[in-house]
């Protein structure tokens, strides 16, 4: 619980930090064209939030828990989104080069550790009802449907709640792209890069050694005295 709440205070902290440059890029362009960025976020931050109740949830009743998961993983793919914003980019500005890039790239970051943290925390609801190596396969699937959704919400520009407001649009548009995987070649190969960068980050990120030197502090310490 403790190291939970460090983390949602660097959290916080690093969001404050965005929010600054981007506050401070508005000031310096005379413009609002990043200010899009802070919706991003926050859509980000949304399966991040509903992924925290994954552990109350696990004592409540199965379809509770279903509608939860399923909410989670409606918005889970606004979370990875965030990084296919590096191409604004390419778009010419009065602001420096350098300045969007670090704006752009640390709210990629921002979207990509809340993406991974609640994917951990589906992980861990998901080992409670079935074997650690079924959970293993699991995750790189949901990764390409987190994948998927970043396709149809850059360049079909879906989103979220597009299930709710125009389901059949939504529905069709998906079907003719399982239907016909040869004519929607982009579709597909788009996934399967996105799934794969993200499923080795993942996976790299949870296998990063907590503290590798941690045993040997105390030696370290004799050895300076």
């Given at each position: ?10 959290l ?5 930090f ?15 064209r ?19 109740f994954?552990?109350v949830?696990?004592k409540k ?27 604004h ?33 589906a ?14 396969f ?28 125009n389901?059949i ?9 399982v ?25 790299f ?9 941690s ?11």
């Amino acid at each position: 619980m403790k190291q939970e709440n460090n983390f949602n205070r660097l959290l916080i902290g690093f969001l404050s930090f965005v929010a600054l440059l981007l506050l401070a890029r508005m000031i310096y362009s005379g413009t609002i064209r990043y200010l899009s960025m802070a919706w991003n976020i926050f859509l980000a931050w949304l399966p991040y939030v509903m992924s925290s109740f994954f552990s109350v949830y696990i004592k409540k009743e199965k379809w509770k828990q279903w509608i939860l998961f399923m909410s989670w993983l409606l918005f889970f793919p606004n979370a990875l989104y965030i990084v296919t914003d590096l191409i604004h980019l390419e778009e010419e500005t009065n602001v420096p080069l350098w300045y969007d890039a670090v704006l752009l790239f640390a709210s990629s970051f921002a979207g990509v550790v809340m993406a991974f943290v609640s994917l951990q925390r589906a992980e861990m609801l998901l080992r409670q009802y079935l074997p650690s190596v079924t959970v293993k396969f699991i995750i790189p699937i949901l990764l390409f449907l987190g994948s998927f959704g970043i396709y149809l919400g850059r360049f079909q520009r879906w989103n979220s709640w597009d299930v709710v407001q125009n389901p059949i649009g939504l529905g069709m548009d998906i079907a003719t792209r399982v239907l016909s995987p040869v004519d929607n070649a982009k579709t597909w190969a788009t996934t399967i890069i996105f799934t794969g960068l993200y499923s080795m980050l993942y996976f790299f990120v949870s296998n990063i050694p907590a503290a590798p030197y941690s045993g040997k502090r105390n030696a370290f310490e004799n050895e300076e005295r």
